[in-house]
């Protein structure tokens, strides 16, 4: 039971592995403004003292944060379908179950830091700003995507958001690299450089940690660990899982990547870290819903039954509904409504993607350079060149 500003008794919500549970209110007539979460403990390396395991929410925060993974999780659903329906070509790699990450992260970064990661960013786009409709569109191949549908899934941009890459674990050094950037320059930011678990093997992370380390530089490390690097399970393509562990003398962190409140509060421990002492790794534990990406059923190895035991008893989503209700910071009725907007506000959206065009030939060759110093651009046939233009919509320059 717990004790709510009111001086009445509400229900403890029992949630397996999830035991985030608000402990004060702060009621302002029967409806609460604030509550304050716990969360579960949090594991360290090299770290004396780590994140309060304690959040405050704020009844807008609560909403905000509820509005972001709902819209991620209907914006996957709409991407899942456009695939399906051949109008998505490519890859196509979804982040249902994983929502909580992303927004907790979010939550907790200020203007000017940023980030950077692999081809799971449908879910990132929008939080840094890009519209559903800019995210569909681009998936779709079409002119009003945020790259003009020439990037497509594994490649979206937006301030201080530097993709969407497509080659496992290449990201993680360019993110040290922004992060030295965010030292040259001085402007107090950090780079948070994200990767899986299944690229967690790769040997450029490790010269990334070495080198952040030796220069001090800003970056955290992210580990999103979802349990499968495409089908083989991390027991089995690791040695040591714990991820957290695997920077040497950089510090980490290990936290429940299904509770939105939980990497807020790592993620602002992080970043002042990042900042006062140096880079560190910081493992957000979670689980994926989908395959790897569409072409994966994600059911060979793994079993279904797996699957809907972490949708009922570990869902970032309404396990999230089900905190923020008991705490008063929101009715049922608030979010019924909220559902109802995101889904038409999804739905329109892909309404446009479809109806929306492609661009045409001319411009498949603007923006290739930022400073263009070689002339005309080698076409697919030998002896043919194209022309080189600029739209000037190039973002982070």
Not at 334 to 362: F, H, S
């Amino acid at each position: 039971m717990i004790k709510t500003g009111m001086g009445s008794l509400v229900p403890r919500i029992l949630r397996q592995q999830t035991a985030a549970l608000p402990t004060t209110l702060v009621s302002v007539k029967n409806y609460a403004t604030e509550a304050t979460f716990e969360t579960k403990p949090f594991k360290l390396h090299h770290l004396k003292e780590g994140p309060p395991t304690t959040g405050k929410v704020t009844k807008d925060e609560a909403v905000k944060y509820y509005r972001q993974m709902q819209t991620i999780r209907r914006l996957e659903t709409s991407a899942g379908n456009l695939y399906k329906e051949k109008l998505v070509r490519g890859f196509c790699h979804l982040y249902s179950g994983q929502e909580a990450c992303a927004v907790g992260m979010k939550g907790a970064m200020r203007p000017q830091d940023n980030i950077i990661s692999a081809y799971r960013v449908h879910g990132w786009t929008y939080l840094m700003g890009v519209t559903p409709r800019g995210v569909l569109s681009e998936l779709a191949g079409k002119q009003g995507g945020c790259a003009r549908g020439k990037g497509g899934s594994m490649h979206m941009y937006a301030p201080n958001f530097y993709g969407g890459n497509g080659i496992v674990g290449a990201q993680v050094p360019l993110g040290a690299g922004v992060a030295m950037a965010c030292k040259y320059k001085g402007n107090g930011g950090v780079c948070m450089a994200l990767y899986g678990d299944g690229a967690a093997n790769q040997g450029q992370i490790f010269e990334a940690y070495n080198m952040a380390y030796l220069w001090k530089l800003p970056c955290i490390f992210v580990c999103e660990n979802n349990g499968y690097g495409m089908g083989t399970s991390a027991e089995r393509g690791s040695c040591n899982v714990n991820y957290y562990q695997r920077g040497d003398v950089l510090p980490g962190i290990w936290v429940d990547g299904m509770d939105v409140v939980a990497v807020r509060l790592a993620t602002e421990f992080a970043i002042n870290h990042a900042l006062t002492v140096g880079p560190l790794v910081m493992e957000v534990y979670t689980y994926r819903y989908s395959g790897h990406s569409m072409s994966d059923p994600g059911t060979s190895y793994r079993s279904r039954e797996e699957v809907q035991e972490v949708r009922q008893t570990r869902d970032p989503i309404s396990s999230f509904k089900d905190k923020i209700l008991t705490a008063g910071l929101v009715t049922a009725d608030e979010l019924k409504a909220m559902d109802n907007e995101i889904k038409k506000e999804v739905d329109e959206a892909t309404k446009q993607a479809k109806a929306d065009g492609e661009i045409g030939l001319p411009e498949l060759t603007t923006d290739v350079y930022s400073n263009n110093l070689d002339g005309d651009i080698r076409g697919v046939f030998p002896g043919s060149w194209l022309k080189h233009g600029t739209l000037k919509r190039a973002v982070n320059l």
